[in-house]
C-alpha cells in the first residue's frame, strides 16, 4: 500500500473520529446584501434572537455539496481530498472520499441509530449501531469525555445552525444568553454541571462559531465566508478541532438544497466486514 492511499485512508478515518467525537447559489455581496446587513444590525433583542432561531431551524429537505477536506493542515501529517457531501434532514447523510472524479475510496454513512463505513481500497467495510459503539466505550472515557452522541449534533455542525445537548426539539427557551464586542452573542446550553455547548452569532445573527467543551477536551467548529444557498446564509468554510488531537478543514465548491437524493450503500460480497475494535485500529493509522 502506498503513501497516498494511507494518508487518504487516515483522512476518511480519523474524520469519522472527529464527527462521533463527533441550488448552490455562489454570489458576490451586492447593494441588497449590505442593506439586508443594515436591517440585521438595526434588529431589535427579540427579533435578533428570533432570527437566530430561524436559522437554526432548516426549512431544506435535502442538502447536497462538493467540497474539499484537509485533515491537520500545514503539519508533516497533512492529508486532503475531494468528496461529497449528501443529507437527507434529520434521518440521514453520507461523506464520500472521491480524490478523483467517479473514483470513490471511502464512503461513511450517519444515520439516527447507525454508522457505515466502506473502505473500498481494502474491500473491507464496518456496520454498528451507535448503541452498540456506545457500550464499547471504555468507563474511565465516559468519565473523562461525558459525550452522549444524538444524529442532530453531527447534522447540525455540518449545516452551522445551533442544537440542543440532548438532541430533542429545538427552542431558544434553552440557551442562556450574553452580548460581546461587535454585536456578537453567545447562546450556552449544558447537558451536565460538565458539558457546556457555546454558540457565537455575529452581528447579522448568523452562527460564526460552535464549541463542546468538555473536563478535559474541546471541539470547536467555526464558520466563515458565507453565501446565500436556499434562502440562507450557509458558510462556504468550515474549520473543526479537537484540542491536542486533530484539525479538519472543510472548504465548499457547490451547496445544494431540495434536490432529489437518494441514499445508496451497496456493499459487494466479497468484501469483508470487520470489527468495533479493528475499525478503531484503522482509524489509528
Keep these: 500500500m502506498n503513501r497516498a492511499t494511507t494518508n487518504?485512508?487516515?483522512l476518511a478515518l480519523s474524520s469519522v473520529l472527529l464527527a462521533i467525537t463527533l441550488a448552490g447559489c455562489r454570489t458576490t455581496r451586492s447593494a441588497a446584501a449590505?442593506?439586508?446587513?443594515?436591517?440585521?444590525?438595526?434588529?431589535?433583542?427579540?427579533?435578533?434572537?428570533?432570527?437566530?432561531?430561524?436559522?437554526?431551524?432548516?426549512d431544506y429537505r435535502t442538502l447536497t455539496a462538493t467540497m474539499y477536506v484537509e485533515l491537520n493542515p500545514d503539519t508533516k501529517d497533512e492529508m486532503s481530498s475531494r468528496a461529497r457531501?449528501?443529507?437527507?434532514?434529520?434521518?440521514?447523510?453520507?461523506?464520500?472520499?472521491?480524490?478523483?472524479?467517479?473514483?470513490?475510496l471511502f464512503r461513511l454513512e450517519v444515520s439516527r441509530?447507525?454508522?457505515?463505513?466502506?473502505?473500498?481500497?481494502g474491500r473491507r467495510y464496518a456496520a454498528e449501531p451507535i448503541d452498540e459503539i456506545k457500550k464499547q466505550i471504555p468507563a474511565y472515557a465516559k468519565a473523562d469525555f461525558p459525550y452522549d452522541f444524538h444524529y442532530e449534533h453531527l447534522e447540525a455542525l455540518l449545516t452551522d445552525r445551533l442544537f440542543t445537548p440532548d438532541g430533542e426539539a429545538f427552542s431558544m427557551?434553552?440557551?442562556?444568553?450574553?452580548?460581546?464586542?461587535?454585536g456578537a452573542r453567545r447562546f450556552r446550553a449544558k447537558d451536565t454541571e460538565r458539558m457546556t455547548y457555546d454558540f457565537t452569532t455575529d452581528s447579522r445573527a448568523r452562527l460564526i462559531a460552535t464549541e463542546i467543551i468538555f473536563p478535559f477536551l474541546e471541539l470547536k467548529w467555526n464558520y466563515s465566508r458565507f453565501q446565500t444557498v436556499g434562502g440562507r446564509p450557509f458558510p462556504m468554510y468550515m474549520e473543526a478541532e479537537v484540542e491536542g488531537v486533530n484539525k479538519l478543514w472543510i472548504r465548499f465548491d457547490k451547496v445544494e438544497t431540495d434536490v432529489p437524493v437518494e441514499m445508496f450503500f451497496p456493499i459487494p460480497d466479497n468484501y469483508k466486514r470487520i470489527t468495533l475494535k479493528q475499525l478503531w485500529r484503522m482509524i489509528s493509522l
Excluded: N
Design 173 to 182: 427557551d434553552r440557551f442562556q444568553q450574553q452580548r460581546l464586542l461587535l
Design 85 to 104: 457531501l449528501k443529507i437527507i434532514r434529520g434521518r440521514c447523510l453520507q461523506i464520500s472520499i472521491t480524490p478523483l472524479v467517479g473514483i470513490e
Design 113 to 121: 441509530d447507525s454508522v457505515k463505513i466502506i473502505d473500498r481500497m
Design 8 to 10: 487518504l485512508r487516515a
Design 34 to 58: 449590505k442593506a439586508d446587513k443594515a436591517v440585521a444590525e438595526a434588529l431589535s433583542e427579540a427579533e435578533y434572537v428570533q432570527q437566530v432561531g430561524r436559522l437554526s431551524t432548516p
